[in-house]
């Protein structure tokens, strides 16, 4: 017995050290155990079995064999995945490293002014510029990763609050007030018999049919209530408005929906108050109803704010004609909020934020669609693929069919290439031999090299040269690729689109130049008005 206890005591040590990393097998193997103990205590019991121990000890040792290397196994292979964001900093250490070791064969390349001149000098100063690209590619995506990190804490805030908000929400929802019928009886009475007398009308026939019309707001029906709101909507007579306000106080979800729509139909903008106030109904039907309304009525930048909150709706439906609506209206500052509806949960919503996208011309949004490309639906992914070709304006390649491994390696490949693309499209900076020849023969002319070649024999004076050499053709590239930049990105001709294709810091970077003063609390939308001014 105290044997048996020693194993379980180890066993279950074993099992707690290795919670995290198959704790289930190694409890496997302790029950392995203790059952091959109990079967040889019962053993001993019952003689006629005892002859098939041996046996049945084998299978169990073989057992146990079997799990202590799945144990082992299972260890061996636990590996800690390292970020995205690690790996790039990993890559671009070690083309930096690449670029030192350039350098310094440009230094020893470049001994005199005729070897710089070589093919061997310009291939190795042409692989810098290549590294440095990507140096600069890969550094670009770690700003994207954090950028993406900071949007999904964001996410995840905002998610608390809106179900905080929401919560609140539907609190208060379900404290509607109290309807007194007889008071919104005289009060739409009151204002049907103002209607009639004061209203415009191009005949007495018109005067008459919109009062029998608004006679049936009355009816104890509500169909009949529900198809009279709709008559007045098609009789297009803002004498009707008044009356339809009031209609909108009996609290029916059905009822409320035909008003909005004859008020919308109507096209009075009194109206949009009303349905500023009606977009926290408990019915999604009047809510989404609301907000055509206030599309078809509204202006301003109110208009555009309730457009790109209305992404939040608990409603799918509501979030994709939200969508849909800013599309129409062009509301470019809606694109993070549009982004990030990428991640909805509902197809629908998602396909119409990719559509909007692509017809808002952001191309800051064509990463965040390139990944809906792994979408379940391949529907969405069709979609996507058309709607890139529209925004990036190229005639992307993919097979939408993909899966697994091959699908994951074709979006990264798809993002690389725009990347690079991107990185492409901006004006290369090229280092002219003449300037290297100039940075190489003020190194000769200098006292320190002059003293260096007269002792060539000494290897520190050859080390110093290089490094020499090499600091001066690094400070060359940089002057040059300044100047390039500052040519470039200070040019005042610069149109929106041009500016709209740069990132956001070189736009921060470029308004710096001119003494704006901006930080990325600003919109890119903003950074662009600022530095058009």
């Known amino acids: 017995m105290q044997e048996e206890g020693q194993r379980k005591g180890f066993m279950g040590g074993i099992a707690r050290a290795l919670n995290y990393t198959g704790s289930f097998i190694v409890s496997a193997y302790d029950v392995s155990a203790d059952f091959t103990i109990a079967v040889y205590n019962q053993l001993k019991k019952t003689p006629e079995l005892l002859k098939m121990t041996p046996e049945l000890m084998k299978k169990t040792m073989e057992l146990a064999s079997k799990t ?48 710089l001149e070589s093919e061997k000098a310009k291939k190795l100063i042409s692989d810098v510029k290549e590294y440095e690209k990507e140096i600069q590619r890969l550094k670009g995506r770690i700003t994207e990763l ?125 109206a949009t108050e009303l349905f500023v106030d009606l977009l926290t109904d408990p019915a999604y039907r009047v809510r989404l109803s609301s907000l055509r309304g206030l599309y078809k009525l509204g202006e301003g930048q109110q208009i555009n704010q309730i457009l790109t909150d209305s992404l939040k709706d608990e409603h799918p439906e509501i979030r994709r004609m939200a969508a849909t609506y800013i599309g129409w209206k062009d509301i470019t500052d809606a694109v993070p909020s549009l982004v990030q509806s990428l991640n909805d949960k509902d197809p629908k919503v998602r396909k119409a934020a990719v559509i909007t996208l692509s017809s808002l011309k952001n191309k800051t949004a064509v990463l965040p669609m390139m990944r809906l490309l792994g979408d379940d639906s391949v529907e969405i992914r069709e979609k996507t693929l058309e709607s890139l070709n529209i925004l990036t304006g190229e005639s992307i390649t993919f097979d939408t069919q993909l899966s697994g491994k091959d699908l994951a390696k074709a979006i990264e490949d798809l993002k690389d290439w725009w990347q690079k693309e991107k990185l492409g499209k901006i004006e290369s900076l090229d280092l002219p031999v003449e300037d290297v020849l100039e940075v190489q023969e003020y190194v000769e002319d200098s006292p ?86």
Do not use: W
């Open 68 to 115: 202590n290397d799945l144990v082992a196994g299972g260890i061996s292979k636990i590996k800690f995945k390292q970020d995205e964001s690690g790996e790039l900093e990993n890559k671009i250490a070690v083309y930096e490293e690449k670029i030192k070791d350039l350098f310094y064969e440009i230094g020893q390349e470049g001994a005199t002014a005729e070897k």
């Open 448 to 533: 320190q090299t002059q003293a260096q070649v007269q002792e060539p024999a000494e290897a520190s004076a050859t080390t110093e040269t290089h490094e020499s050499i090499t600091e001066a053709v690094l400070e060359a590239i940089a002057d040059t690729e300044e100047t390039a930049a500052t040519e470039t990105k200070d040019d005042s001709t610069l149109s929106v689109l041009q500016l709209s294709n740069l990132t956001k810091s070189e736009i921060i970077a470029m308004c710096n130049q001119r003494g704006i003063e901006c930080d990325d609390t600003f919109t890119k939308t903003e950074l662009i008005e600022l530095y058009l001014k």
């Open 146 to 270: 954090d950028e993406i990190k900071k949007i999904e804490q964001l996410k995840k805030k905002e998610k608390k609050d809106e179900e905080k908000k929401s919560s609140e929400s539907k609190l208060t929802k379900k404290k509607l007030k109290h309807v007194d019928t007889h008071v919104v009886n005289t009060n739409i009475k009151s204002k049907t018999d103002k209607a009639i007398k004061h209203g415009e009308f191009d005949t007495d026939s018109d005067r008459a049919i919109f009062s029998k019309i608004a006679a049936d707001l009355l009816d104890s029906d509500m169909e009949i209530k529900i198809l009279a709101a709709a008559e007045l909507g098609k009789m297009s007579n803002k004498a009707a408005v008044p009356i339809l306000l009031e209609v909108v106080n009996y609290n029916n979800p059905f009822l409320t929906t035909e008003v909005v729509n004859s008020l919308t139909n109507i096209g009075d903008t009194q």
